[in-house]
C-alpha cells in the first residue's frame, strides 16, 4: 500500500514537536521585547529555518510513501549538489559526476522496490566500481587516487546513509505504521543530540575534545548530550518503536555517540578544505550538509540496530 498509515503516537509526536518550536517562537519574542538591544538576528533565522524544515519534513511523512521516499531522494540530491560545490575536482571529472547524481534514482528505487540485497551493495560495491573505471577511461591520472576518493566518499555520506532513513519506511512487518514512526524517532532524537550537546556545552563545558577539529565541542557537551538523548529515548520508546528498555538504552547510546562522530567528521572536512559552512541553504544553519551532519553516521547505525533485531 503507497499511503502511510501514521499512528496516533506518530501524529502526537509531531504535535509534540509542534508545541516545542511554538514555545521556542514565544521565547524569542518574549527576549526581544524585554531585550531589545540584543541581536536574535541568528536565533530568528534559525527558528523560521526549524519551521520550514519541519513543515516539510511533515508533510513528505504525511502524505505518501512515495512522497516521502521523493524526499529523501531530493535531500540526497542537494547534499551531494552541495559536497561537490565545496570540495577541489578535477576538470576531467566533470565527465564523470553524471554517473554519481545517476545513483541517486537508482538507490532510491530500491529502496522503493524493498529490494534490500541491491540496496546494500549497490553503491558500496558496483558503483565503487563504475566510477573509478569512468574514470580511467577519461585518461586523466594526476590526482587519479583523491579525485576517486573523494567522490565515492561523498556519494556514500550523502545518498547511501540517507537512504537507511527512507528504507525504514519500507521495512517488513508493520512498516506501513511503524516505519514512519521509526524514522520520526529517529530524526527527531538525532537534532535532539545537537542541541543538547551543545546547550551542555554552552552551560558547562571546560575540558575540549578534539579542540584542532572543532573547539566547541567539550566533554561536558558530549556527556551531557549522550545521556540526555538516551534517556529521551527510552520516554519515546514505546510510543514509536517495537524496543524493549535495554534495546531502547542502546539505541539512545548509539545515536548520541554517532551524532557527534558525525558532526566532528564533517567538521575536519571543512577545516581541510578551508570553510566555516558547506554553504548558505538555510538561513541560519548554514548549508544542509551543515544540519544533517550528525544523520549521515546515525541513519546507517539505526536502521542496521533495528532491523538487526526487529526484522
Known amino acids: 500500500m503507497n499511503t502511510l498509515a501514521l499512528s496516533p503516537a506518530v501524529l502526537w509526536s509531531l504535535v509534540g514537536v509542534y508545541g516545542l518550536l511554538g514555545i521556542a517562537t514565544l521565547g524569542l519574542i518574549g527576549l526581544r521585547h524585554w531585550r531589545p538591544a540584543q541581536d536574535t538576528t541568528e536565533l530568528v533565522q534559525r527558528t523560521r529555518s526549524w519551521w520550514v524544515m519541519i513543515t516539510i519534513f511533515t508533510l513528505a511523512m504525511v502524505l505518501s510513501r512515495t512522497v516521502s521516499i521523493v524526499f529523501f531522494g531530493i535531500l540526497s540530491f542537494l547534499a551531494l549538489k552541495e559536497y561537490l560545490s565545496i570540495i577541489p575536482t578535477r576538470r576531467a571529472d566533470r565527465r564523470v559526476l553524471f554517473w554519481a547524481y545517476l545513483a541517486i534514482p537508482i538507490q532510491y528505487y530500491w529502496v522503493g522496490q524493498g529490494w534490500y540485497g541491491m540496496f546494500i551493495i549497490f553503491i558500496p560495491v558496483y558503483l565503487f566500481l563504475l566510477l573509478p573505471l569512468r574514470m580511467v577511461m577519461i585518461g586523466e591520472t594526476r590526482?587519479?587516487?583523491?579525485?576517486?576518493?573523494?567522490?565515492?566518499?561523498?556519494?556514500?555520506?550523502?545518498?547511501?546513509?540517507?537512504?537507511?532513513?527512507?528504507?525504514?519506511?519500507?521495512?517488513?512487518?508493520?512498516?506501513?505504521?511503524?516505519?514512519?514512526?521509526?524514522?520520526?524517532?529517529?530524526?527527531?532524537?538525532?537534532?535532539?543530540?545537537?542541541?543538547?550537546?551543545?546547550?551542555?556545552?554552552?552551560?558547562?563545558?571546560?575540558?575540549?575534545?578534539?579542540?584542532?577539529v572543532s573547539p566547541n565541542k567539550t566533554w561536558e557537551g558530549f556527556l551531557g548530550g549522550v545521556a540526555t538523548t538516551t534517556l529521551l529515548a527510552v520516554v519515546l520508546a514505546p510510543l514509536l518503536t517495537p524496543m524493549t528498555l535495554p534495546l531502547s538504552l542502546a539505541a539512545g547510546l548509539l545515536i548520541g555517540l554517532g551524532g557527534f562522530i558525525g558532526d566532528v567528521t564533517l567538521s575536519a572536512l571543512k577545516r581541510d578544505i578551508g570553510i566555516k559552512d558547506t554553504g548558505g541553504l538555510i538561513p541560519g544553519h548554514g548549508g544542509l550538509l551543515d544540519r544533517i551532519d550528525s544523520l549521515i553516521y546515525t541513519a546507517p547505525l539505526f536502521f542496521h540496530f533495528v532491523r538487526y533485531f526487529y526484522y
Open 143 to 212: 590526482h587519479f587516487l583523491r579525485a576517486i576518493g573523494t567522490l565515492h566518499w561523498g556519494v556514500m555520506i550523502t545518498v547511501f546513509s540517507i537512504s537507511h532513513v527512507a528504507y525504514l519506511l519500507v521495512l517488513p512487518g508493520d512498516a506501513a505504521a511503524g516505519g514512519a514512526a521509526l524514522v520520526l524517532y529517529l530524526v527527531f532524537l538525532t537534532e535532539f543530540n545537537d542541541v543538547a550537546q551543545f546547550v551542555w556545552g554552552k552551560l558547562f563545558g571546560s575540558h575540549k575534545i578534539v579542540p584542532t
